[in-house]
């Protein structure tokens, strides 16, 4: 069809383009003068233009199910819903990578339009570090993962997109969170540039601020609508499961948001620059290697995309360049001079966020390690191994109670020096007053252990002081409201873990089940038949101590093509507690397994991450100090 | 020199993960368990398809033949597709087939047998799934090879091939 | 005569009491169990999860271990004899996973050393 080939002679224009802009980077590199030329403006955006010309081409393909294009037939069905038929434009392989290409180029676009205060030269490093990635991705979409090719014959029907992809919240989870992750490739390439130019000023460290906090406020909601569709949609119950793929965003999050107070670091103080450097070309690595993981199909997971080695050892080739290169221009450009002599007072603000990126570290290796461990265990002793939600809570809990308290502590403490005097009574009175009604809540449930007790009063420790601090003048709006945002979220996950309370049972319809002081009836079931599943809805009705009365309706959907059956769970979320409740057809006998579950706070989770980001954004609108 | 020597270290491990990586690429994916290769048999006990009569399954394992243990169901469309390298096998005289009716109705399974052949010199049925579990078996069909020493040594997951047939003739005549 | 007719009911209906309170523990120590366990029908999915065959004999089968007596550290050793270490979660600490536990906590030592030669040496 004419939209393939114009979106593949897209591509292959880009691609030029971007061993153009390489070039011509180059060559400008030697002028004298610090204008860029107007040509690097319009060659960027001509590239920019091609890849979304090329991305319209695809979605087009989408809507009028244009079976002749190989991608178009593996993942889409002519009963698919339009919603869908567009969003399955980046629910699968080929696309994502396509999408990846956008953000790339869309970046250094904006990269270039909004960095005229900076030297002419190191955005032009920037624009030749950033085009090594883009070209490879060119080459990586051109030579294994065209979203173009042929099929031919046209075959009538496609072979469908995974029901469970038929979600609103997953349509928008692919772009925002590969405006965060994709967002961090202008980080890497604009610090290598920096560190080239011997540049790491504190002119350079307020522009690059922006986009890290640009790419971390998107890593940090596309996570949330990661998790949010995985607990509306995938009917566990949970939302988060230490998956592979699930680590896979995390890692690149902790390591930006170490970043994102390093930078802050820089910016006042001008040290910690080799650091920095390092951070960004690791976020980019990791989100990089993700890539990798994910479609190399060298893991087992429920979310993986394309399983095929050959791509996976394309990626695998590229990302070893990246690395390589990023260690010899570090190698060669770091010198002693990058870093300043300036001593860092053990008592100041210095300290403090290098106790952060302490612990974030630490964070990024137990999930790192834990993620790839099995992988080399396999290579090496032909054994397999799992690495599952427990190793990460033993592991990462215990952590979190210092982490806490650091976090409650570190932003009073002034830059440079500051008096250990400074520990005010009313600090000593909030913690005993969090260890108290941590104890209360903690006896209440006749929950077992002293831990939580300890962990709950830390997340109450910050939530106190992030509270307080509100009502001084003289404190940071943005930071505030994050720190704040994750003290909620912390306890939102507590409380959420200590009074949830779940049954599981088979039943038929008619049948009532005992739970907790209340009741659960099976009311009855109705069939309708629609686009492209058939639908089987069931009526329950829980009744609680009060004789209120909850109508939880889930769903089982038996897809035509392909032929899956999917559980919906039905939610019914309240400000303080969710009904949880699902079912699943068991095979050949004549009732339902019934799962129910009454999960407190959750809409907390999903506020108090919010809060995070908004924080992140207010950093960008907040003039007065 | 000190600055050199972190750098190669540096550059040493990446290879060496890279490798890893790259080794990792060409393994199989999905978990095939094998632990069980080597080890005794599980007791287990069950009624007969037919008689209803409550076996031990030591009592059917006898110790001068090589035992094989089909796990299968009428409902189950690959068994039918494997169920004519059963009967091929039943004749072999160094071989006592006994069959494990897995999760069944006993009518729909007494149709099968009577329509497609028995095969077996023994049908016992697991009808909750439970004894195949204890036999280390998770899907069917599943095929389970014991020796004389009442040994599990070769599994087969997934319907009979021929190339299977051939390897169970080779263990069985050595 | 209905006085003990009614005495002998109601002694009767605690042992069935008890018999549901039991029920219900054992319930929740299967569902306890079966989270922690990989389902290898859907690889990716625990057995709780999962409504495969598989998962459902599985549950089966927890349950009746408990009813013999087993503990649940038992009911995991046999499974991992039947299916290997892959099936539980929960990673075991042995010469296989030294390094997997050890690692991470030797990197927070090793950052620790680094910070404080940062901020109270030199």
């Known amino acids: ?625 | 020199m000190k600055k050199n020597i972190i750098y190669l270290t540096i550059i040493f491990i990446i290879i060496i993960i890279f490798t890893l990586f790259y080794k990792s690429l060409y393994k199989a994916k999905t978990y095939i368990p094998n632990e069980l290769n080597n080890k005794n048999l599980v007791q287990f006990s069950s009624k007969d398809l037919f008689s209803e009569v409550e076996t031990n399954s030591s009592d059917l394992i006898s110790n001068n033949k090589f035992t094989i243990i089909n796990i299968w169901a009428s409902w189950c469309i690959p068994c039918r597709k494997e169920h004519p390298f059963l009967m091929h096998l039943s004749k072999n005289s160094k071989i006592n087939l006994i069959g494990l009716n897995y999760k069944d109705r006993s009518n729909n399974a007494k149709k099968f047998i009577n329509d497609f052949g028995n095969p077996f010199s023994t049908i016992l049925i697991d009808p909750d799934g439970t004894i195949s579990i204890e036999l280390g078996a998770y899907g069917i069909p599943e095929t389970i090879i014991i020796n004389k020493d009442q040994k599990i040594i070769k599994k087969f997951i997934g319907p009979l091939t021929n190339k299977n047939l051939r390897e169970i003739e080779q263990i069985v005549n050595s | 005569m209905k006085l003990k007719k009614f005495i002998f009911l109601i002694i009767l209906s605690t042992f069935f009491y008890q018999g549901d309170l039991i029920a219900n523990n054992n319930n929740v120590l299967v569902d306890k169990i079966s989270k922690n366990l990989r389902c290898l029908i859907c690889q990716g999915q625990s057995v709780y999860d999962s409504q495969s065959d598989f998962a459902i004999s599985m549950k089966l089968l927890i349950k009746k271990k408990i009813e013999e007596g087993n503990s649940e550290k038992q009911i995991y050793e046999y499974l991992k004899n039947q299916y290997g270490e892959w099936i539980s979660y929960d990673t075991e600490i042995n010469k296989k996973t030294y390094l997997l536990w050890l690692f991470p906590l030797f990197l927070f030592i090793f950052g620790g050393i680094l910070i404080f030669r940062k901020v109270f040496i030199n």
């Open chain 1, 1 to 625: 069809m004419l939209a393939s080939q114009l979106g593949h002679y897209s591509l292959i224009l880009g691609l030029i383009l971007s061993l153009g802009l390489l070039s011509y980077s180059f060559i400008y590199l030697r002028d004298g003068n610090n204008i860029l030329q107007k040509n690097i403006y319009s060659i960027s955006f001509l590239q920019l233009f091609l890849v979304v010309l090329s991305f319209f081409c695809l979605v087009y393909s989408f809507i009028i199910s244009d079976f002749s294009n190989e991608t178009v037939y593996n993942n889409s069905h002519t009963t698919k819903p339009i919603f869908y038929k567009i969003s399955g434009t980046w629910g699968n392989h080929e696309g994502s990578l396509l999408l990846w290409l956008l953000v790339l180029t869309l970046f250094i676009f904006l990269f270039l339009v909004s960095s005229k205060n900076q030297p002419k030269k190191y955005r032009l490093l920037t624009l030749f570090f950033q085009q090594i990635i883009i070209s490879g991705f060119f080459l990586f979409l051109l030579f294994t993962s065209n979203p173009f090719s042929n099929l031919f014959p046209v075959p009538k029907e496609g072979l469908g997109l995974n029901p469970i992809l038929q979600d609103p919240a997953l349509a928008i989870h692919p772009p925002i969170l590969y405006l965060g992750y994709v967002g961090s490739s202008i980080i890497f390439s604009s610090s290598l540039a920096a560190l080239v130019q011997k540049n790491i000023n504190r002119n350079w460290a307020k522009h690059i601020k922006k986009w890290i906090f640009v790419s971390w406020i998107f890593l940090t909601l596309g996570i949330m609508l990661g998790a949010i569709w995985a607990y509306y949609e995938l009917g566990w119950g949970g939302f988060w499961f230490w998956d592979p793929v699930e680590n896979v965003s995390l890692m690149p999050w902790l390591c930006l948001t170490a970043l994102l107070h390093t930078i802050t670091v820089l910016e006042k103080r001008l040290i910690l620059k080799s650091w920095t450097i390092i951070l960004s070309i690791a976020t980019f690595t990791l989100s990089m290697s993700g890539t990798f993981l994910v479609r190399s199909g060298i893991l087992n997971s429920v979310h993986t995309f394309a399983n095929d080695p050959k791509r996976g050892i394309f990626i695998l080739i590229f990302l070893f360049v990246l690395i390589l290169l990023s260690v010899l221009i570090f190698f060669f450009y770091q010198t002693k001079e990058t870093d300043s002599q300036k001593k860092i007072f053990w008592f100041s603000k210095e300290t403090s966020i290098l106790i952060n990126n302490w612990f974030m570290m630490y964070f990024l290796s137990v999930i790192l390690i834990g993620t790839t461990y099995p992988i080399f265990l396999e290579v090496l002793i032909e054994e397999k191994i799992s690495v599952g939600p427990p190793f990460y809570y033993k592991l990462l809990v215990p952590f979190l109670i210092p982490f806490l308290i650091f976090m409650a502590i570190g932003p009073k403490i002034k830059w440079i020096k500051d008096k250990f005097k400074k520990i005010k009574i009313y600090q000593i009175i909030l913690l005993v007053i969090s260890f108290l009604i941590a104890y209360l809540i903690i006896n209440k449930t006749s929950s077992q252990y002293l831990f939580s007790t300890v962990l709950i009063a830390g997340a109450f420790y910050l939530f106190f002081n992030t509270l307080r601090d509100f009502l001084r003048k003289n404190s940071k709006l943005s930071q505030n409201i994050s720190h704040f945002g994750f003290s909620i979220f912390i306890l939102s996950i507590l409380f959420n873990g200590i009074f949830s309370n779940e049954i599981s049972a088979n039943m038929k319809i008619g049948d009532e089940i005992k739970f907790n002081k209340g009741l659960i009836k099976f009311k009855k079931i109705e069939i309708y038949k629609e686009q492209n599943y058939e639908s089987i809805i069931a009526s329950f009705e829980i009744e609680d101590e009060e004789k209120n009365i909850t109508t939880l309706n889930p769903e089982i959907r038996i897809y035509n093509q392909p032929a899956i059956f999917t559980s919906e769970a039905d939610i019914k979320s309240s400000f303080f507690t969710d009904k949880f409740l699902v079912m699943s057809l068991l095979k050949r006998e004549d009732y339902f397994n019934v799962r129910y579950q009454n999960k407190p706070f959750m809409l907390w989770i999903w506020i108090s991450i919010s809060f995070v980001a908004f924080g992140g954004l207010i950093n960008f609108v907040k003039k007065i100090k």
